[in-house]
T-cell receptor, first 115, second 111 residues
Framework: GAVVSQHPSRVICKSGTSVKIECRSL??????MFWYRQFPKQSLMLMAT?????????EQGVEKDKFLINHASLTLSTLTVTSAHPEDSSFYIC???????????FGPGTRLTVL | RKEVEQDPGPFNVPEGATVAFNCTYS??????FFWYRQDCRKEPKLLMS???SGNEDGRFTAQLNRASQYISLLIRDSKLSDSATYLC????????????FGQGTILTVHP
């Protein structure tokens, strides 16, 4: 399958700071990227869908001003958690696909801990 | 009601056992279904797609019953390496590409 990377794999930050997570498709062009969040013992919940060159579509209940998504190229999408708080601590996973109809390939995830 | 529901388990079975997981979905417009496997603190990985006619991949058999909105996964001859969380996933019929995950079923295979 295709390879998707995420960076960083783990981040610990103080409350109030902003954290940027990168998602890269390494061997294919990802027209569509998805951002998920997974709290302990819970399933993955889709946060937003981003298409290259256009604004992200956020799921209900996800604040677009808090979770900034940029998908400026066909191989890179970024998620910025602004003014992070302890309740934002979670496992953030991205996935990428060549189109919204194709199989999604998941990144290894980023574990965010906000103190 | 959750859109995709699974029995969270955990299932603890000995090596060589056969184990079955069930999943139900509430959105009748859901078009495609999958089973993913997720190891602890890792990303989910696609295990297999689920077809109406039923499909098999080695020791794994998946079934879909659209009338009952029910999906199953059967694992035969369980291995220690099968220990993981198994996620039932549906693709929404109204929003292409959006994967809806069940909460997962935890399987532990012991010697």
């Amino acid at each position: 399958g295709a390879v998707v990377s995420q960076h960083p794999s783990r981040v610990i930050c103080k409350s109030g700071t902003s954290v940027k997570i990168e998602c890269r498709s390494l061997d294919f062009q990802a027209t569509t990227m998805f951002w998920y969040r997974q709290f302990p013992k819970q399933s993955l919940m889709l946060m937003a869908t981003s298409n290259e060159g256009s604004k992200a579509t956020y799921e209900q209940g996800v604040e677009k001003d808090k979770f900034l998504i940029n998908h400026a190229s066909l191989t890179l999408s970024t998620l910025t958690v602004t003014s992070a708080h302890p309740e934002d601590s979670s496992f953030y996973i991205c996935s990428a696909s060549a189109s919204s109809y194709n199989e999604q390939f998941f990144g290894p995830g980023t574990r965010l801990t906000v103190l | 009601r959750k859109e995709v529901e699974q029995d969270p388990g955990p299932f603890n079975v000995p090596e060589g056992a056969t184990v079955a997981f069930n999943c139900t979905y509430s959105n009748s417009a859901s078009q495609s279904f999958f089973w993913y496997r997720q190891d602890c603190r890792k990303e989910p990985k696609l295990l297999m797609s689920v077809y109406s006619s039923g499909n098999e991949d080695g020791r794994f058999t998946a079934q879909l019953n659209r009338a009952s909105q029910y999906i199953s996964l059967l694992i035969r001859d369980s291995k220690l390496s099968d220990s993981a969380t198994y996620l039932c996933v549906a693709i929404s019929g109204t929003s292409y590409g959006k994967l809806t995950f069940g909460q997962g079923t935890i399987l532990t295979v012991h010697p």
